[in-house]
C-alpha cells in the first residue's frame, strides 16, 4: 500500500522558513516525479514544485521560485520542500503528490496537472500571518 506522510506544517509570520517532509512507502518511486502542490481556502489546487526521483531535476511554479527548494533524500525515502521567505499568500494545505507518469529520461512534462498524479498525501496546513 503506497503511503506519503507529510509533516513539517505550522504558522510561522511573514519572512520566515519552514520545510515540509514528505515520507513515500509502499513501492518503488524510481523514475517517478514527486511533487508538491498547495490549495488555499476557495481556490483550486496549483502546482509548487517537484522532482524528479532518479535523476533529481527540479521544476518550480513562478510564485515559488527562488524561495522554495525541493530535494529527496534516497535513503530516508523522503521528500523535503525548503520554504523561505514565506509570504501570507503561501497560505495553505501542502499536499504531496507521486506521478509514474510525468518523468522519463529526457526531463518532466505536464507536470503542473493534478490529475497526473497516482498517489497523494493526506495534507500540512502552512499558515504565514502579516
Known amino acids: 500500500q503506497v503511503q506519503l506522510v507529510e509533516s513539517g506544517g505550522g504558522l510561522v509570520q511573514a519572512g520566515d522558513s519552514l520545510r515540509l517532509s514528505c515520507a513515500a512507502s509502499?513501492?518503488?518511486?524510481?523514475?517517478?516525479?514527486m511533487g508538491w502542490f498547495r490549495q488555499a481556502p476557495g481556490k483550486e489546487r496549483e502546482f509548487v514544485a517537484l522532482?524528479?526521483?532518479?535523476?533529481?531535476?527540479?521544476y518550480y511554479a513562478d510564485s515559488v521560485e527562488g524561495r522554495f527548494t525541493i530535494s529527496r533524500d534516497l535513503a530516508k525515502n523522503t521528500v523535503y520542500l525548503e520554504m523561505n521567505s514565506l509570504r501570507p499568500e503561501d497560505t495553505a494545505v501542502y499536499y504531496c503528490?507521486?506521478?509514474?507518469?510525468?518523468?522519463?529520461?529526457?526531463?518532466?512534462?505536464?507536470?503542473?496537472?493534478?490529475?497526473?498524479?497516482?498517489?497523494w498525501g493526506q495534507g500540512t496546513q502552512v499558515t504565514v500571518s502579516s
Open positions: 503528490a507521486a506521478s509514474g507518469s510525468v518523468c522519463s529520461v529526457r526531463g518532466c512534462f505536464d507536470y503542473s496537472r493534478a490529475v497526473r498524479y497516482d498517489y
Open positions: 509502499g513501492r518503488s518511486f524510481s523514475g517517478y516525479g
Open positions: 522532482i524528479n526521483w532518479t535523476y533529481r531535476r527540479t
